[in-house]
């Protein structure tokens, strides 16, 4: 064969080549399933797009709807708060449209785990209207997430745990089908299962949303399913065409997300406004999650009126108080704050709070004596007590052992230079 009949063959082939692709890409949409009319006995109703069909409920909530304790469009006002706010905060929407956004899956991650239920919760000028999205089939997986249509515009999605579960399972499903889909673009997300941790710390032992539903939210859920029964339902629905128990499903979504909404109202008053900090200890947890922010001000303005307003009573106040006092060189405020510590705390502040002085009397009042007492003290606890770690124990018998050697040097100078002189 000549050198021009390979070239000519090479052509025919990559021709072949590009009609083969040009086939693999084209997409037919699937049928609907043959349980359709079943499904929409429940009051669901039918959307078709070029990739498939999709279920849909709409559900219409007036502003004055009470969830639990809590009434839905009281969040209207936590918004405008928020958008009058002079820093930013983990709680803060974005610009962009604002939705409460929770799914419901066939599992809790990897590629096999289809999400099947999407629900949306938008507040509208005057109601919330919410949409739940159902798959009808995987082979409507296309159709079912364009519907949704969160690649549309900037979002602000208000989850629970959305953005360690929900959000990335959305992006591993939308990745799937990447060539038909137009881009998801991240939205700014509100995690109130992160805000809920940081404003509880200490007070409750679990944290899911029917936990803090029932304590916080006064809203007790009757004939609920368990979260893990939900892709066993949706299983038998696709393979028996049951939609009716499918609505248990549907129904446990449409509470996860109503409790978005109230939560979201409750957290803003706790993180905004004095009046809603039940106590000093949550009170105190908010002034740390701004510190930990960077608001450094507004953390040690928060910290010193909640020490005025509560005393003694939470000394986990004084602990972060005191290293604020500290970076403001106002030490001896600073020496009565690890005082307290020092003698109402417990754990591995006590410890810590013990090290602070010692460091205060040694660097800044020049007191060796009391700096030797503290750093004693310190080291007896953590002789006498088994709930420290082994790594946190020896870390601070080193760095006690080093402090200790170097106030020992300042209060008896003259033995350390005859120490010296032996050892020449």
């Known amino acids: 064969m000549s050198y021009e009949q390979k070239l000519m063959a090479m052509k025919s082939l990559l021709k072949k080549t590009a009609v083969v692709q040009e086939v693999e890409e084209t997409f037919n949409a699937p049928p609907a399933p043959s349980y359709e009319k079943r499904w929409l006995t429940t009051g669901m109703k039918k959307i078709e797009n070029e990739f498939g069909v999709v279920y849909t409920r709409v559900i219409h909530y007036p502003l004055d709807t009470m969830h639990g304790d809590f009434r839905l469009g009281d969040v209207k006002q936590k918004l405008m708060k928020w958008s009058k706010a002079e820093y930013m905060h983990p709680l803060s929407p974005s610009a962009g449209k604002l939705l409460f956004f929770d799914t419901e ?67 591993t499903r939308w990745s799937l089908h990447r060539k038909l889909l137009p881009p998801l673009p991240v939205p700014h997300q509100i995690d109130l299962l992160h805000g809920s941790r940081r404003i509880w710390k200490g007070q409750m032992e679990s944290f899911k949303l029917t936990e803090v539903e029932r304590t916080q939210l006064g809203f007790h859920r009757k004939d609920d399913i368990p979260g893990h029964m939900a892709p066993i339902i949706y299983q038998d629905a696709v393979k028996n065409g049951r939609a009716e128990i499918l609505m248990k499903v549907m129904w446990h979504n449409e509470w996860d997300i109503l409790s978005l909404v109230t939560l979201f109202s409750l957290s803003t008053d706790i993180v905004m406004e004095e009046d809603s900090q039940q106590n000093a200890q949550i009170a105190t947890n908010i002034a740390k999650w701004f510190q930990d922010l960077g608001l450094t001000d507004h953390s040690f303005t928060e910290l010193q009126r909640i020490a005025e307003v509560y005393g003694t ?112």
């Open 105 to 171: 899956t066939t599992g809790l991650k990897g590629a096999g785990a289809v999400i099947f239920l999407i629900g949306l919760l938008e507040l509208k000028s005057n109601e919330f209207v919410m949409t739940q999205y159902v798959l009808p089939n995987p082979d409507h997986e296309a159709a079912f997430l364009y519907a949704s249509e969160l690649w549309r515009e900037d979002l602000t999605l208000v989850t629970y745990n959305g953005k360690s579960f929900d959000f990335p399972q959305l992006q």
């Open 313 to 424: 009573s939470y000394p986990m106040t004084h602990y972060h108080l005191g290293f604020l006092l500290k970076r403001h060189k106002e030490f001896d405020r600073a020496i009565q704050s690890f005082e307290i510590v020092a003698t109402h705390g417990t754990g591995r502040e006590q410890v810590l709070a013990y090290e602070e002085l010692a460091k205060l009397y040694e660097h800044q009042v020049k007191d060796y004596s009391l700096a030797y007492e503290h750093i004693l003290s310190a080291d007896k606890l953590l002789q006498q007590s088994n709930e420290f770690t082994p790594r946190f124990s020896n870390r601070m018998k080193k760095s006690l052992a080093k402090r200790e050697m170097r106030v020992n040097r300042k209060l008896f100078p003259g033995q350390a230079q005859e120490a010296t002189h032996e050892e020449q």
